[in-house]
């Protein structure tokens, strides 16, 4: 195994000022929901039984909302501010269903920045074509180059 860590970093806190974005697509499959219902438990019948959710408000079955709100997770993990951040807090708002077959677009974008506490306050939104489907805040612990111990080879 590899002790260079290099390649398993993102950003550190250096390396980030407010307005970076970074985005995560991905199109909502069956598959998706039976493993997040697998995963989760939440077995509602709104995402499973067409007959039941046809009574719903949203005329039809619907993926978990935080399957969707999962992909700000991805970007913040992979991409900004990458491997080695540590999620601390998270708002959602859902303000509209997304259904399988339609494509997720999850987008962070840096609001602030406190070098002091390490943390970085993310606008967060994921959207279906223009329509905003979750809406939130996150806030973002990102360790400083300084804070990285060297590895002993």
Do not use: W
Not at 5 to 26: I, Q
Not at 43 to 60: V, W
Not at 94 to 115: K, M, N, S
Request: glycine share 8%; charged share 20%; proline share 5%.
């Amino acid at each position: 195994m590899s002790t260079d860590t290099s390649e398993r970093h993102g950003h550190y806190l250096e390396d980030l000022s407010v307005g970076m974005t970074a985005v995560y697509s991905r199109t909502i499959t069956e598959a998706d929901i039976a493993m997040f219902a697998g995963a989760s438990g939440d077995t509602n019948p709104i995402h499973f039984d067409e007959e039941f959710a046809q009574s719903s408000p949203f005329k039809g079955r619907i993926a978990h909302g935080m399957l969707t709100a999962s992909f700000l997770s991805t970007v913040f993990g992979t991409k900004l501010p990458g491997p080695g951040c540590i999620y601390l807090s998270q708002t959602l708002k859902f303000t509209a269903p997304v259904r399988a077959g339609e494509t997720v677009v999850a987008r962070v974008e840096i609001d602030a920045i406190d070098t002091e506490k390490k943390r970085v306050q993310f606008v967060c939104t994921c959207t279906v074509g223009e329509t905003v489907v979750v809406k939130g805040d996150a806030t973002i612990m990102v360790p400083r180059k300084a804070d990285q111990r060297p590895v002993a080879a």
